[in-house]
């Protein structure tokens, strides 16, 4: 069964430093989305992707974040300069017209960790 | 805006047994999608049920069932002979879609379930 792939599991990193996050979707999908997740809280929208552009992002999702679709296969979330509120789960989602429509299809996560 | 609420912070539930969970939103559509989704310690979430707001039958899927209230915007998780692999984090979740399939979810708190043998 296809899924979503997430690279790394685990990223840990110096506050301050830029880091991408990576993710490959489900290969027929069309809609992509970051969620995050600090520990021991609820699962949070930060952005939504379709067609090469954002269709929606919430307030977290500040001038620091920035998302990207390289190559027809690769979505992934850009953190400029890190800050220690940005440790979390960050989980990525894809969708498309296979199935259900509605169905957002979640990887396993990457843990971030910002010192 | 859209909430999602889980005012079960934990519940508890020996093994073989039948719990319910319990979930309520606050919309102003009248269509959207409502989901359970499973967080095992691995952190993955999965998908456990889905319900679609326009059908009256509420969904089924092995032994996870839901009782789907539209009028008391109640979404409730019932779990029958539980099992030591069904100890989780559970969480509701809602979706619009009047804005498409880009219709972002939005979950509730969450409610740790624990499986007792």
């Known amino acids: 069964e296809p899924e979503v792939t997430q690279t790394p599991s685990h990223q840990v990193t110096q506050m301050g430093q830029e880091v991408i996050l990576r993710c490959v979707p489900i290969s027929n999908h069309l809609y992509f989305y970051w969620y995050r997740q600090i520990l021991g809280q609820k699962v949070e929208f930060l952005v939504s992707?379709?067609?090469?552009?954002?269709?929606?992002k919430s307030e977290i999702f500040d001038d620091q974040f920035s998302v990207e679709r390289p190559d027809g296969s690769n979505f992934t979330l850009k953190i400029r300069s890190t800050k220690l509120e940005d440790s979390a789960m960050y989980f990525c989602?894809?969708?498309?017209?296979?199935?259900?429509?509605?169905?957002?299809?979640f990887g396993p996560g990457t843990r971030l960790t910002v010192t | 805006a859209q909430t999602v609420t889980q005012s079960q912070p934990e519940m508890s539930v020996q093994e073989a047994e039948t719990v319910t969970l319990s979930c309520t939103y606050d919309?102003?559509?009248?269509?959207?999608?409502l989901f359970w989704y499973k967080q095992p310690p691995s952190r993955q979430m999965i998908l456990v049920i889905r319900?679609?707001?326009?059908?009256?039958q509420n969904a089924t899927e092995n032994r996870f069932s839901v009782n789907f209230q539209k009028a008391a915007k109640s979404f409730s998780l019932k779990i029958s002979d539980s099992q030591l692999g069904d100890a989780a984090m559970y969480f509701c979740a809602y979706r619009g879609i009047y804005g498409g399939a880009t219709n972002k979810l939005i979950f509730g708190t969450g409610t740790l379930l624990a499986v007792q043998p």
């Open positions: 319900q679609e707001a326009y059908k009256q």
């Open positions: 992707f379709y067609n090469n552009e954002i269709s929606e």
């Open positions: 919309t102003s559509e009248s269509d959207y999608y």
């Open positions: 989602a894809s969708s498309g017209f296979s199935g259900n429509p509605y169905e957002q299809y």
